[in-house]
């Protein structure tokens, strides 16, 4: 007997409804800031993303412009001459003039990337390379707690719960100010491993949990069959712990992508930085904070559909268990 679908699990009409239970939110947001006589100006954020610059060919020394050619002109003087390629250049002196040092003989608009793409820039840079150290940290301080060692257990144990039990930001502060100080690490990489250092303790206990979760008697098989502890761990219970960890390990490098904007207390110029000079300049809090809430998620809405299509394809290759 087929089961009558209820209003609510018609698909067609959730979407409706969630679309308009949106727009109703970002209407009723509008109206308050509205009601605070807030002025938008949308105007002033493009120029943040990418701005015209003008380059100049300066000449170094006084002298009579001569053109050889639509792409090659030529500065002929007393103390010598100098050849310049002008192609895609707007001339700013015909042929005969004089030129003095330090004048614009040719000119050219480009596009420059502005602000926000450099701090979006920034942050990709440093969640990449703390993720990947935090990765290692965490494949090593899964293997040391479940190892049968009960120095190494001790040693996981102790670092899992002290970096979990404290504030990252109280971290990145004792990171950059003592250890960074007396090694003299810049506050990028300062920044970079103090986030390592955090999440790899809660990889860790993710990956630990995924190979706690392998049967054992896969583990006995192997070693039945004449593998080693290094070749079982590698070989068996490795890929299928990290198949299984897959969607954790993705919340967790969202989590760290988020909370890199933290390193803005230490003179790292990445997105949320670069947002807070924005406001500073424009004096517009609404649109920089939702320009640059927007570029967060689509970074981290880029990575989850990633790890969306790795799950797809594993589950087409046999499953993620």
Same mark, same amino acid.
């Given at each position: 007997?087929?089961?009558?679908?209820?209003?609510?699990?018609?698909?067609?009409?959730?979407?409706?409804?969630?679309?308009?239970?949106?727009?109703?939110?970002?209407?009723?947001?509008?109206?308050?800031?509205?009601?605070?006589?807030?002025?938008?100006?949308?105007?002033?954020?493009?120029?943040?993303?990418?701005?015209?610059?003008?380059?100049?060919?300066?000449?170094?020394?006084?002298?009579?412009?001569?053109?050889?050619?639509?792409?090659?002109?030529?500065?002929?003087?007393?103390?010598?001459?100098?050849?310049?390629?002008?192609?895609?250049?707007?001339?700013?002196?015909?042929?005969?003039?004089?030129?003095?040092?330090?004048?614009?003989?040719?000119?050219?608009?480009?596009?420059?990337?502005?602000?926000?793409?450099?701090?979006?820039?920034?942050?990709?840079?440093?969640?990449?390379?703390?993720?990947?150290?935090?990765?290692?940290?965490?494949?090593?301080?899964?293997?040391?707690?479940?190892?049968?060692?009960?120095?190494?257990?001790?040693?996981?144990?102790?670092?899992?719960?002290?970096?979990?039990?404290?504030?990252?930001?109280?971290?990145?502060?004792?990171?950059?100010?003592?250890?960074?100080?007396?090694?003299?690490?810049? +506050?990028?990489?300062?920044?970079? %491993?103090?986030? !390592? =250092?955090? #999440?790899? &303790?809660?990889?860790?206990?993710?990956?630990?949990? /995924?190979?706690?979760?392998?049967?054992?008697?896969?583990?006995?098989?192997?070693?039945?069959?004449?593998?080693?502890?290094?070749?079982?761990?590698?070989?068996?219970?490795?890929?299928?712990?990290?198949?299984?960890?897959?969607?954790?390990?993705?919340?967790?490098?969202?989590?760290?992508?988020?909370?890199?904007?933290?390193?803005?207390?230490?003179?790292?110029?990445?997105?949320?930085?670069?947002?807070?000079?924005?406001?500073?300049?424009?004096? +517009?809090?609404?649109?920089?904070? %939702?320009?640059? !809430? =927007?570029? #967060?998620? &689509?970074?981290?809405?880029?990575?989850?559909?990633? /790890?969306?299509?790795?799950?797809?394809?594993?589950?087409?290759?046999?499953?993620?268990?």
């Amino acid at each position: 007997m087929k089961r009558h679908q209820s209003i609510l699990e018609n698909r067609p009409l959730g979407h409706l409804l969630a679309f308009l239970f949106f727009v109703a939110l970002g209407y009723s947001m509008y109206l308050a800031g509205s009601s605070i006589n807030y002025i938008w100006k949308w105007n002033t954020i493009p120029k943040y993303f990418a701005y015209e610059h003008t380059v100049a060919l300066e000449s170094t020394l006084e002298g009579r412009v001569k053109i050889l050619s639509p792409k090659e002109v030529e500065v002929v003087g007393e103390e010598g001459s100098e050849k310049f390629l002008v192609a895609g250049y707007e001339l700013a002196y015909e042929e005969g003039e004089i030129i003095y040092p330090g004048e614009a003989l040719a000119k050219k608009e480009e596009y420059k990337a502005g602000p926000l793409l450099l701090g979006l820039w920034m942050t990709i840079k440093i969640s990449l390379i703390s993720g990947v150290i935090a990765f290692f940290i965490g494949a090593i301080l899964a293997l040391m707690k479940i190892s049968k060692a009960q120095v190494f257990r001790d040693i996981a144990t102790v670092y899992i719960e002290v970096i979990r039990g404290t504030p990252l930001l109280v971290q990145i502060f004792i990171f950059y100010f003592i250890i960074a100080t007396i090694f003299e690490i810049d +506050s990028f990489y300062a920044g970079a %491993i103090s986030l !390592a =250092i955090f #999440y790899g &303790a809660y990889i860790a206990e993710v990956l630990r949990g /995924a190979i706690q979760s392998i049967d054992k008697g896969q583990q006995e098989a192997a070693l039945s069959l004449g593998m080693n502890y290094f070749q079982t761990m590698t070989l068996i219970i490795i890929p299928q712990a990290l198949k299984r960890s897959l969607p954790s390990l993705t919340g967790e490098m969202i989590a760290l992508i988020k909370d890199s904007s933290l390193v803005s207390v230490i003179s790292v110029t990445d997105l949320t930085k670069v947002g807070r000079e924005m406001v500073a300049n424009t004096f +517009s809090p609404f649109e920089t904070w %939702i320009v640059v !809430a =927007i570029m #967060y998620f &689509a970074i981290t809405s880029s990575l989850s559909l990633l /790890a969306h299509r790795l799950e797809d394809n594993m589950k087409k290759r046999g499953g993620m268990s």
